[in-house]
């Protein structure tokens, strides 16, 4: 039996690959392993289901340790504006939820914001036990396809209307400008008051529009560098590609979303699944 995996698949659901990049299935059987990692800013963002595991939280970090009494635990972090810590100890079994940017607000009744865990405890109950159910089914199928249709199943079933159609569209743009816009410039282009698009994000999203901007313009400088297929690109030329105003703002944005200098980060990283799934592992 492998030691450790780590796979990643796409919904089986063409309407719901709208909404959920991908989910992922980590596990780990071999009782001495234990792993400490590191994991990033992203606009994309996970509900993580362990099963027979214990989380303990603390100021950003968490850490699991196997936990028999605990038949399902589920923690959501929401989009974060620093790199957090977190350790895990074998055996453990994890289903990840990695929703698109506003994904998630297609399953949930209410805002966001009502229902995003605020304090250092990041345990996520809000899809209820019928969620619960459901994960506990999927850990009992050994095929991962057939795991993928019973998660999609949940969703397909839960699916709610999100009728902020303004900020979908501001999102939409963010994510495929191939500059970095600024709040007056997505103001200008919706016809959309500054505070108004502060308050959605908010609501909707949990952070300001410079934060997401911020953030989506780190993962795809990141992205860019992980990519096997284009050439490894040096520093100044990532921070012009990506619009920085120069070399230097671009390494305390990368200092202050990561906790480290770009060199570093970028050579500590390790990639997982086939998802652009990066943390660091010490």
Not at 31 to 37: D, E, G, S, T, W
Not at 48 to 75: D, E, F, M
Not at 89 to 110: E, M, R
Not at 168 to 180: D, F, L, Q, R, T
């Amino acid at each position: 039996m492998q030691a450790e995996s780590f796979i990643s698949i796409k919904p089986s659901s063409k309407k719901l690959r709208q909404y959920i990049a991908y989910y992922y299935f980590h596990s780990a059987t071999d009782p001495l392993l234990k792993k400490h990692f590191l994991y990033y800013p992203n606009h994309k963002n996970a509900v993580t289901v362990y099963k027979n595991s214990k989380i303990i939280y603390q100021p950003g970090y968490s850490a699991s340790v196997p936990c028999t009494h605990t038949p399902i635990s589920i923690l959501y972090s929401g989009i974060q504006s620093q790199y957090r810590i977190a350790e895990i100890q074998a055996p453990f079994d994890k289903i990840g939820i990695v929703f698109q940017s506003l994904g998630i607000n297609h399953f949930i009744k209410g805002n966001l914001n009502d229902v995003f865990p605020r304090t250092d405890d990041k345990s996520f109950g809000h899809f209820g036990e019928s969620f619960k159910e459901a994960c506990l089914v999927a850990y009992n199928e050994p095929l991962l396809d057939k795991r993928v249709n019973i998660l999609d199943d949940f969703f397909q079933v839960n699916y709610q209307a999100f009728r902020e159609e303004n900020l979908v569209k501001c999102i939409n743009y963010i994510e495929g400008a191939s500059h970095k816009p600024t709040v007056q410039q997505l103001s200008e282009q919706f016809h959309t008051h500054r505070r108004t698009l502060l308050r959605l994000f908010k609501t909707h999203i949990g952070c300001s529009v410079k934060t997401y901007i911020d953030i989506v313009q780190f993962r795809k400088a990141v992205n860019n560098y992980l990519d096997p297929i284009k050439d490894t690109k040096k520093l100044t030329e990532l921070a012009h590609q990506y619009h920085f105003y120069d070399q230097s703002e671009f390494i305390r944005h990368l200092n202050k979303l990561t906790g480290s200098n770009p060199r570093h980060f970028f050579n500590s990283l390790t990639t997982l699944g086939s998802e652009n799934t990066f943390w660091t592992i010490k």
